[in-house]
């Protein structure tokens, strides 16, 4: 059966797109704290904000719910000792329940805004803020005042989404309809589209708040923005990005690439030391674990640059369940790699150190390696203008699993050969073209 034109969550995103497309001029997306106070010759509005106490209800009994197994795990005790296994076992749960955690933490903050929350409207001559506000933090639209035009009450409207609002306030936004505030009655609307109007009417001809604006017509030279810096506001996200943008910025990574280059190198000291420091395959396969370790930490900063804001959701959910997938790692190539099978009792956490210690012109080597291409390719490249959080939250992945299926596999040969020095050589050899190939994929 096809979703009717006029069911209010198309009409919604049918919106949403529409002022997705006004390019420099769509509404910006703001977060951060706002001032008690309004700003300097504006106004600021504190609005009736509807309770649906059902709905509030509904969200509590699912934040008991999401809670239990939260708490559960961390009361439950773990295994005493120094072990690496007491290690694993607690890192794993850590990092289980910071992944937890978001969800709950999102069942929070919507039990709170549905509680305690409301709408404020802040307006200058030029600018219009409408956020939703929770003790002074919130996030909202900036919508610039010349696109505003049609200011006025509205009725409830199931067919557009909007009758859990009751009576509220509406404008058109270069003739796309944005509704604001919840049961705002007579006479305080009129006092609210009042006070409106008379801050966003500029001295030299203001908006028209008698008929809807005509469609608009993208003028560069019009892109005028202010700056709400003074009002303690940051932006959600960066600044517009489109592959055009990474086009202009250089070809992608080849072999002959700096970045490919410096790879490789970080490679070729793992080779030395099997050469002149007799590390067997335990180590290099504690330095391939810890590798992917570093490959998640600059995937981090990579979220913190393409989300920002966003990341403060994003990030903590990509470290839980990144850290539980290396946690449990750790333990697998302890116990097949390191120790072997055969062995009795259990490695120390001061003996993992030591071996980790052991392996530092490698570690040291492949950081920097990362680092640099890093800078080189995402940063220097502006890679980021042309990606997305979710994209490099799974971007990782990809990269490991292929890299770590031709370690294990050449490690268990490796194994089986005796740990001979041609098989460790071989397998660094496939692990190095492998690393190449994702690399030059990648930064393409």
């Known amino acids: 059966m096809n979703t009717p034109p006029s069911e209010p969550s198309t009409r919604l995103q049918s919106n949403i797109s529409r002022l997705r497309a006004l390019g420099a001029h ?17 106004l600021r509005l504190v609005l009736p904000f509807r309770r649906n106490w059902l709905l509030i209800m509904i969200v509590g009994i699912l934040l008991v719910i999401f809670s239990v197994p939260l708490v559960s795990v961390a009361l439950r005790p773990g295994p005493k000792g120094d072990s690496l296994f ?39 001559s030029d600018l219009m803020l409408i956020r939703l506000d929770l003790l002074g933090v919130g996030v909202g639209g900036e919508y610039e005042a010349w696109g505003i035009s049609n200011l006025r009450s509205a009725l409830p409207d199931a067919a557009k989404g909007s009758s859990w609002r009751g009576s509220h306030l509406a404008f058109d936004y270069y003739s796309i309809p944005v509704e604001f505030g919840s049961a705002v009655v007579e006479p305080r609307a009129s006092e ?38 003074e009002s303690g506001l940051d932006p959600f996200l960066p600044k517009d990005r489109s592959a055009k943008t990474a086009a202009n910025s250089g070809l992608g990574a080849s072999l002959s690439s700096s970045s490919t280059k410096a790879l490789i190198l970080a490679n070729l000291v ?18 391939y674990w810890a590798e992917s370790g570093i490959i998640g930490f600059f995937t981090l900063l990579k979220m913190v640059v393409v989300g920002r804001w966003s ?15 290396m946690a449990g790692h750790l333990l697998f190539v302890f116990t097949f790699f390191v120790q072997g099978l055969e062995a009795k009792g259990s490695v120390t956490v001061v003996e993992v150190v030591e071996r980790f210690i052991a392996l530092w012109p490698a570690l040291l080597a492949l ?12 940063l220097g490249r502006r890679e980021f203008t042309a990606t997305t959080v979710q994209k490099q ?3 990782p992945y990809s990269r490991i699993m292929i890299m770590h299926l031709t370690i294990i596999l050449g490690g268990f040969l490796v194994m089986g050969l005796g740990s001979s020095l041609p098989a460790l050589l071989l397998l660094m050899v496939a692990k190095i073209g492998v690393d190449l190939r994702s690399h030059t994929r990648q930064h393409h």
Do not use: C
């Open 26 to 42: 769509k509404p910006r997306l703001r977060v951060g704290y706002l001032p008690p106070w309004p700003p300097v010759g504006g």
């Open 86 to 124: 007491s290690l694993v076992f607690t890192l794993f749960h850590v990092f289980w329940g910071l992944g937890w955690s978001v969800g709950v933490g999102v069942l929070v903050l919507l039990f709170l805004v549905l509680l305690v929350g409301r709408e404020v409207v802040v307006v200058r």
């Open 192 to 229: 609210i589209l009042d006070l409106v109007r008379s801050k966003l009417a500029l001295s030299n001809g203001g908006p028209d708040f008698s008929v809807p604006s005509q469609p608009l017509t993208i003028n560069p030279e019009s892109d005028k923005r202010a700056d709400w810096t």
């Open 270 to 287: 793992p080779l030395a030391g099997v050469w002149l420091l007799g590390w067997d395959i335990g180590e290099i396969m504690l330095l």
């Open 311 to 325: 990341t403060l959701f994003y990030g903590p959910f990509f470290i839980g369940h990144y850290g539980a997938f």
């Open 367 to 378: 950081v920097v390696s990362h680092g640099f291409s890093f800078l080189v390719n995402f």
């Open 393 to 395: 939250m799974a971007e």
